[in-house]
């Protein structure tokens, strides 16, 4: 390297290479020089890797890895039990293998620092891949996150981000308070560009009016010479200033090989801008730094508002997360003691006073409130809570202090899950959305072939006109509002529906909602409560109802049976009786000794058994209930059992019937309770005794002749029918692993959504094929006319504009949701 020659940039990093001290090196057998060793030792690594491809791919230098590898010892902290429970999630062991060995993985959300581009992307989804243990690893170019899983068996997180570290990039765990911080600074860098695009605008306008109108001629060429310099002095700040993150995008997406929407963007920009100063210098043509000006602002603020649309979004996710206070009251042997909410654990044992938010998942130990669950369930009646009754993490306290129990960690909160699925489900892409994306790569490879043309054609005809008319076009047909069309409606009615309680977690399901033609219910759990109840009571002469209720009360007290919890929840005190000898006989009863007296509560023939009474009958008021009571000398009473059916359960059946949809129920259930079930409620078609394969079977039967099945379902037994489902619906209130399967999760188990849910995933559609028409409409008839020489440049700048706002407001009326 001479000493003469001119700084040469680092091959790496960019800066430039010491004179003195440069470092010498190869890459693919040709010499390259570096700025440090650092920057050696990191092209090495990616080279080394496999993944050279990286420096084809990049659309600007990486950042200089200044002390990297003396630093990494840093991470280590993070591979401890404590700090892993803290900012990762364990996940459930993988059953569908073998091997009894196999651990539970772990997953976690980092923040990386750093990222430039869609190299950047592909860099670091490889580096972590390649890592012996790391399962998965995908980042977000949008947001910059990384969500990776790993087994700690195989691999340290430590590790991990000693690798994101040795090409350049700093990770570290995601925390939802600093995303607001990201907001504010994307907004200002966007308020900064539309306002320098906003003043040039009106600038260039003004000094271009009167040369629109003729005056330059009136005025001399001394002085429209002025007017053009004055635009150029204006407009430059508009094109390297507002219009840079067009460029950057535009050369990104020609290096990958993928033309999007920004090419013919730079392209009008660029050309617009570039032949405007060619004709200032020489003093020969026209000039367009108006028009230049003037799309570049309409173009910002048709991004600014859609920008200001995303950040809505993502403030309502986040919403979630900011409502929970920072620390909870946690009680040490009746002694409070402020604790931060990440180290409350099960069993803990939290104060909550009136007016405060719960800060965990849990049980209430102590006390009766009302607490305000409109935050995770829509429901914005508060709802009464006593003992034994589950709190959610985000729901207030506006009554009564009470004390809970905790029963999940705040990283497994069902306010934690919500958050989890929104995100997912922001990360997918339905297929209509993927057609869209398609359609205008190949549009913006159909608009460049077409500009081509459009230009030769006036070159040959009329060559002054040639470049304005062809800068037209290039303005006129850029896609934006093509691309615009879908993931702004999915957007707004995915929120929509999350706050009346609908949690879409699937990337099919508005497309599925929305050509419904037979919905199918399971019967427990989902039409009903769940939950038995005493329906009706009859005694003999010798017992009040109040005496027979708490005497099945205190023989039920510690079997953990439906039953049984149908008589505990009984509002009885029983001070004054004592049951011994208690016994529970599994499928029969519950027998013991209450005042030297021998009961059985139960079954008939079970309970028939401790008669001693040969002449004693059952009493004809006894026939036809679920249980019954008796002591040594007979029968003392029955109880009828029902399990509660939902409210509005009828009237949404109604109102899915009246939308012309099928609706049926299944139940695994060998009695006449779903017969009578349905009759209630005003269903007709019941199928009743079938086994969870038996319901996979009717799915798929139905699924041949052309039915589009929604599935509702509440438990474990329904997992298999709800994944086999066009679109599956489980209650907020169901096991795990039916809502795991679900494509939708119901959290206010108010099954008056789902309707709303399916008329609005109808509404979603006809608003996409509207966008998705007036885009294709719009560019169909600007093309002609800017090909033709019928539109200026300035008024194919609007129509673009106005073409992409008419998408976002239309996609905005999917906010509200009428019932």
């Given at each position: 390297m001479?000493?003469?020659?001119?700084?040469?940039?680092?091959?790496?990093?960019?800066?430039?290479v010491?004179?003195?001290?440069?470092?010498?090196?190869?890459i693919?057998?040709?010499d390259?020089?570096?700025c440090?060793i650092g920057?050696?030792a990191v092209a090495e690594?990616?080279q080394?890797?496999?993944f050279g491809?990286?420096?084809?791919l990049?659309?600007s230098?990486?950042?200089?890895?200044?002390e990297?590898?003396?630093?990494?010892?840093?991470?280590?902290?993070?591979?401890q039990?404590?700090v892993?429970?803290?900012v990762s999630?364990?996940?459930?062991?993988?059953?569908?293998?073998?091997?009894?060995q196999?651990?539970?993985?772990?997953?976690?959300?980092?923040?990386?620092?750093?990222i430039?581009?869609?190299?950047?992307v592909?860099l670091?989804?490889?580096?972590?891949?390649?890592?012996?243990?790391?399962?998965t690893?995908?980042?977000?170019?949008?947001?910059?996150?990384?969500?990776?899983?790993?087994?700690?068996a195989?691999?340290?997180?430590?590790?991990?981000?000693?690798?994101?570290?040795?090409?350049?990039y700093t990770?570290h765990?995601?925390?939802?308070?600093?995303?607001?911080?990201?907001?504010?600074?994307?907004?200002?860098?966007?308020?900064?560009?539309?306002?320098?695009a906003?003043?040039?605008?009106?600038?260039?306008?003004m000094?271009?009016?009167?040369?629109?109108?003729?005056?330059g001629?009136?005025?001399g060429?001394?002085y429209?010479?002025i007017?053009?310099?004055?635009?150029?002095?204006?407009?430059?700040?508009?094109?390297f200033?507002s219009a840079?993150?067009?460029?950057?995008?535009?050369?990104?997406?020609?290096?990958?090989?993928?033309?999007?929407m920004?090419?013919?963007?730079?392209?009008a920009?660029?050309?617009?801008?570039?032949?405007?100063?060619?004709a200032?210098i020489t003093y020969?043509g026209?000039?367009?730094?108006?028009?230049?000006?003037m799309?570049?602002?309409?173009?910002?603020?048709?991004?600014?508002?859609?920008?200001?649309?995303?950040h809505?979004s993502?403030?309502?996710?986040?919403?979630?997360h900011?409502?929970?206070p920072?620390f909870?009251?946690?009680?040490?042997?009746?002694t409070?003691?402020?604790t931060?909410i990440?180290?409350?654990?099960?069993?803990?044992?939290?104060?909550?006073?009136?007016?405060?938010?719960?800060p965990?998942?849990?049980?209430i130990e102590?006390?009766i409130?009302?607490?305000n669950?409109?935050?995770?369930t829509?429901e914005?009646?508060?709802i009464?809570?006593?003992?034994?009754?589950?709190?959610?993490?985000g729901?207030?306290?506006?009554?009564?202090?009470?004390?809970?129990?905790v029963?999940?960690?705040i990283?497994?909160?069902?306010?934690?899950?919500?958050?989890n699925?929104?995100?997912?489900?922001?990360?997918?892409?339905?297929?209509?959305?993927?057609q869209?994306?398609?359609v205008?790569?190949?549009?913006?490879?159909?608009?460049?072939?077409?500009?081509v043309l459009v230009?030769?054609?006036w070159?040959?005809y009329?060559?002054?006109?040639?470049?304005?008319?062809?800068?037209?076009v290039?303005?006129?047909?850029?896609p934006?509002?093509?691309?615009?069309?879908?993931p702004t409606?999915i957007?707004?009615?995915?929120?929509?529906?999350?706050?009346i309680?609908f949690l879409i977690?699937?990337?099919?399901?508005?497309?599925?909602l929305?050509?419904t033609?037979?919905?199918v219910?399971?019967?427990?759990?989902?039409?009903?409560?769940?939950?038995?109840?005493?329906?009706?009571?009859k005694?003999t002469?010798?017992?009040?109802?109040?005496?027979v209720?708490?005497?099945a009360?205190?023989?039920?007290?510690?079997?953990?049976?439906?039953?049984?919890?149908?008589f505990?929840k009984?509002?009885?005190?029983?001070?004054?009786?004592?049951?011994?000898?208690?016994?529970?006989?599994?499928?029969l009863?519950v027998?013991?000794?209450?005042?030297?007296?021998p009961?059985?509560?139960g079954?008939?023939?079970?309970?028939?058994e401790?008669i001693?009474?040969?002449?004693?009958?059952?009493?004809?008021?006894?026939?036809g209930?679920?249980?019954?009571?008796?002591?040594?000398?007979?029968?003392?009473?029955?109880f009828k059992?029902?399990?509660q059916?939902?409210d509005?359960?009828k009237e949404?059946?109604?109102q899915?019937?009246?939308?012309?949809?099928?609706?049926?129920?299944?139940?695994?259930?060998?009695?006449?309770?779903?017969?009578a079930?349905?009759t209630q409620?005003?269903?007709?078609?019941?199928?009743?005794?079938?086994l969870?394969?038996?319901?996979?079977?009717f799915?798929?039967?139905?699924?041949k002749?052309?039915?589009?099945?929604v599935?509702?379902?509440?438990?474990?037994?329904?997992?298999?029918?709800l994944?086999?489902?066009?679109?599956?619906?489980?209650?907020?209130?169901?096991t795990?692993?039916?809502?795991t399967?679900?494509?939708?999760?119901?959290?206010?188990?108010?099954?008056?959504?789902i309707p709303?849910a399916?008329?609005?995933?109808k509404?979603?559609?006809?608003?996409i094929w509207q966008n998705?028409?007036?885009?294709?409409?719009y560019?169909?008839?600007?093309?002609?006319?800017?090909?033709?020489g019928?539109?200026?440049p300035?008024?194919?700048?609007?129509?673009?504009?106005?073409?992409?706002l008419?998408?976002?407001?239309n996609?905005?009326?999917?906010?509200?949701?009428?019932?």
């Amino acid at each position: 390297m001479s000493k003469q020659s001119a700084p040469i940039p680092c091959f790496h990093c960019g800066l430039p290479v010491p004179k003195r001290y440069p470092v010498a090196g190869k890459i693919q057998n040709d010499d390259v020089w570096y700025c440090c060793i650092g920057c050696k030792a990191v092209a090495e690594t990616i080279q080394q890797s496999g993944f050279g491809q990286y420096y084809q791919l990049r659309d600007s230098r990486a950042d200089k890895p200044a002390e990297l590898f003396a630093d990494t010892e840093r991470y280590i902290g993070f591979d401890q039990i404590e700090v892993l429970d803290e900012v990762s999630t364990l996940l459930a062991p993988d059953n569908t293998t073998s091997d009894s060995q196999t651990s539970a993985s772990r997953e976690i959300l980092l923040s990386i620092e750093g990222i430039h581009c869609a190299a950047c992307v592909w860099l670091i989804e490889r580096q972590v891949s390649q890592i012996p243990g790391v399962q998965t690893a995908t980042v977000n170019l949008s947001n910059h996150r990384a969500r990776i899983q790993w087994d700690p068996a195989e691999a340290k997180l430590s590790s991990i981000l000693a690798a994101l570290q040795s090409i350049g990039y700093t990770g570290h765990p995601f925390q939802p308070h600093a995303e607001e911080a990201i907001f504010k600074r994307e907004q200002k860098q966007a308020i900064l560009r539309l306002g320098i695009a906003a003043i040039g605008m009106a600038q260039a306008m003004m000094y271009a009016i009167p040369l629109y109108f003729g005056a330059g001629e009136e005025i001399g060429d001394e002085y429209r010479n002025i007017l053009r310099w004055a635009s150029l002095v204006i407009t430059t700040p508009v094109v390297f200033i507002s219009a840079w993150p067009f460029f950057t995008s535009a050369l990104r997406d020609i290096q990958s090989l993928r033309p999007g929407m920004d090419v013919p963007v730079s392209l009008a920009v660029g050309g617009g801008y570039i032949a405007s100063v060619w004709a200032t210098i020489t003093y020969q043509g026209e000039v367009y730094f108006d028009s230049v000006s003037m799309f570049t602002f309409f173009l910002l603020l048709s991004r600014y508002i859609e920008m200001r649309a995303r950040h809505s979004s993502g403030r309502s996710e986040q919403s979630l997360h900011r409502i929970l206070p920072d620390f909870a009251l946690k009680l040490v042997d009746d002694t409070v003691v402020e604790t931060p909410i990440k180290s409350l654990h099960p069993g803990d044992r939290v104060l909550i006073k009136s007016g405060e938010i719960v800060p965990v998942d849990g049980e209430i130990e102590s006390g009766i409130s009302q607490l305000n669950e409109a935050t995770m369930t829509g429901e914005f009646y508060p709802i009464s809570k006593q003992p034994g009754d589950t709190v959610l993490a985000g729901t207030g306290n506006i009554e009564n202090p009470i004390k809970i129990l905790v029963t999940k960690t705040i990283n497994e909160s069902r306010l934690n899950l919500i958050e989890n699925l929104l995100e997912q489900v922001q990360h997918q892409k339905p297929k209509i959305a993927q057609q869209a994306d398609k359609v205008a790569g190949y549009f913006v490879s159909a608009v460049l072939l077409i500009s081509v043309l459009v230009y030769s054609y006036w070159r040959i005809y009329q060559p002054e006109s040639a470049f304005w008319i062809t800068l037209s076009v290039l303005v006129v047909t850029c896609p934006c509002a093509l691309s615009l069309a879908t993931p702004t409606a999915i957007t707004a009615a995915v929120h929509a529906l999350r706050k009346i309680g609908f949690l879409i977690t699937g990337k099919q399901t508005l497309p599925g909602l929305a050509a419904t033609t037979d919905l199918v219910f399971d019967k427990t759990g989902t039409l009903t409560v769940g939950e038995l109840r005493i329906d009706s009571t009859k005694t003999t002469p010798a017992y009040t109802e109040a005496q027979v209720l708490e005497l099945a009360k205190i023989l039920e007290e510690d079997s953990e049976h439906p039953i049984a919890r149908a008589f505990k929840k009984l509002p009885i005190e029983t001070p004054q009786l004592n049951c011994t000898q208690r016994r529970q006989r599994t499928g029969l009863g519950v027998e013991g000794i209450i005042g030297q007296k021998p009961y059985r509560i139960g079954q008939q023939s079970f309970v028939a058994e401790i008669i001693q009474n040969s002449d004693s009958e059952l009493p004809a008021s006894f026939t036809g209930s679920s249980i019954f009571l008796a002591d040594g000398s007979g029968y003392i009473a029955s109880f009828k059992l029902n399990d509660q059916i939902r409210d509005h359960t009828k009237e949404t059946i109604d109102q899915l019937k009246n939308s012309g949809l099928q609706v049926s129920l299944i139940s695994g259930d060998s009695s006449d309770a779903p017969q009578a079930t349905a009759t209630q409620i005003g269903i007709s078609t019941v199928f009743s005794s079938m086994l969870p394969e038996q319901k996979v079977e009717f799915v798929t039967a139905q699924q041949k002749l052309g039915k589009q099945l929604v599935m509702v379902g509440d438990g474990i037994n329904d997992a298999p029918v709800l994944s086999a489902s066009d679109v599956s619906i489980a209650m907020g209130s169901g096991t795990d692993l039916a809502k795991t399967h679900a494509d939708a999760v119901l959290l206010t188990n108010d099954l008056s959504v789902i309707p709303m849910a399916i008329q609005h995933a109808k509404k979603t559609q006809r608003i996409i094929w509207q966008n998705i028409s007036w885009a294709i409409l719009y560019n169909l008839t600007a093309l002609p006319l800017a090909a033709s020489g019928s539109l200026e440049p300035y008024m194919a700048a609007i129509g673009m504009s106005a073409s992409s706002l008419i998408v976002v407001a239309n996609a905005y009326r999917l906010t509200r949701i009428h019932s």
